[in-house]
C-alpha cells in the first residue's frame, strides 16, 4: 500500500505524464480507502481549473 | 482608419490601453521583474498595433493580445531561464519541503489535523474577484524559480517535456518542482481563502 505522501506525488505527476498501468492501480486502490487523498486529488484538479481560468477570466476596470 | 463593418472588435490603441493593467500584471507575474513586464507590454502593444489587420474577429482581442504577450514571455523565459542551476531549485524548495513534511506522520500518511479537508463548491471561487487576488497573492509567494516552472505548465500551458528543454532540468526534477509549488498553492489557499484562519507557512 502506497503511502499518503506518495500518493501526493502521483496525484502531481498524473497532471504531468501518463502514469504506468502499476501506478494507476495502487493509487486508484488508495483513494478508495483514503478520504484526504481523494481531498487532495480533487484540489489538484481544482488547482488545474483555476489556473487555466486565471487568463480568461473577467476582470474589473481598475479605473472604474 | 480602414473601412472595417463598425460591430467588429477591431485592434485599436483604446483597445489595447484597456488591457494594459490585465497585461503588466500578467506579465510581472509571470517575470517577476516590472521593469521588463514593462517593456514586454510596451513591445507587445506596438506588435499587435502592427499586426491589426491580421486580427481576424474570431478571438476577441484580449485573447488574441494575450497571445502575443504570451509568446514574448515564453521567448524571455528560456533567454533567461536556461541558465539556474539544479541546485537553485533545491535551495529555494527546502523550506516548502520542510513544511510538507509536517503534514505527514511518521509513517508518511496524513496526521489528522492536517489531512486534506473538502473544499465544498470551489468553483463558486472562480466567480470571486476576492478569490483571485487571493490566488494571485498566493502564486507571487512561491519563490521564484518553482513560480516559473510552475506557471509554465499550468498557465502558459507548456508540457512538462517542453519545459524541462527549456529549462535543462531533469523531468524528474521538473516533478518534484512541480509538486512542490502544486502543493505550497494548496496550502496557501487552504489557509486564506477555504477556511480562512490563516497559514502559518504562506
Known amino acids: 500500500m502506497l503511502s499518503c505522501k506518495e500518493v501526493t506525488h502521483l496525484l502531481s505527476e498524473a497532471q504531468d505524464r501518463k502514469l504506468s498501468l502499476t501506478e494507476s492501480m495502487q493509487l486508484k486502490l488508495h483513494l478508495m480507502v483514503c478520504k484526504g487523498c481523494t481531498n487532495f486529488s480533487a484540489q489538484m484538479d481544482f488547482l488545474r481549473r483555476a489556473c487555466r481560468g486565471y487568463l480568461t477570466r473577467d476582470t474589473p476596470r481598475d479605473d472604474d | ?202
Open chain 2, 1 to 202: 482608419m480602414t473601412s472595417d463593418s463598425p460591430s467588429s472588435p477591431r485592434v485599436t490603441p483604446e483597445t489595447l490601453a484597456a488591457l494594459r493593467t490585465d497585461m503588466l500584471r500578467f506579465a510581472t507575474l509571470q517575470l517577476r521583474d516590472p521593469h521588463l513586464a514593462e517593456d514586454m507590454v510596451q513591445d507587445t502593444m506596438l506588435t499587435a498595433l502592427n499586426k491589426a489587420d491580421q486580427f481576424a474577429g474570431r478571438a476577441s482581442v484580449k485573447t488574441w493580445v494575450f497571445t502575443i504577450l504570451r509568446n514574448n514571455i515564453i521567448d524571455a523565459i528560456k533567454l533567461r531561464a536556461r541558465t539556474v542551476s539544479a541546485s537553485a531549485y533545491t535551495a529555494e524548495g527546502e523550506s516548502l519541503d520542510a513544511a510538507f513534511d509536517t503534514l505527514f506522520k511518521d509513517n508518511a500518511h496524513w496526521s489528522p489535523a492536517t489531512r486534506p479537508v473538502a473544499w465544498g463548491d470551489p468553483e463558486d471561487a472562480l466567480q470571486d474577484q476576492q478569490f483571485w487576488t487571493v490566488f494571485e497573492a498566493c502564486m507571487a509567494h512561491l519563490p521564484t524559480n518553482t513560480a516559473r516552472v510552475f506557471m509554465m505548465r499550468e498557465v502558459l500551458e507548456l508540457s512538462s517535456r517542453e519545459i524541462c528543454e527549456d529549462l535543462s532540468i531533469s523531468m524528474s526534477n521538473c516533478h518534484v518542482i512541480l509538486h512542490r509549488a502544486r502543493n505550497a498553492l494548496r496550502t496557501c489557499l487552504q489557509g486564506n481563502w477555504f477556511t480562512a484562519s490563516g497559514c502559518a507557512t504562506c
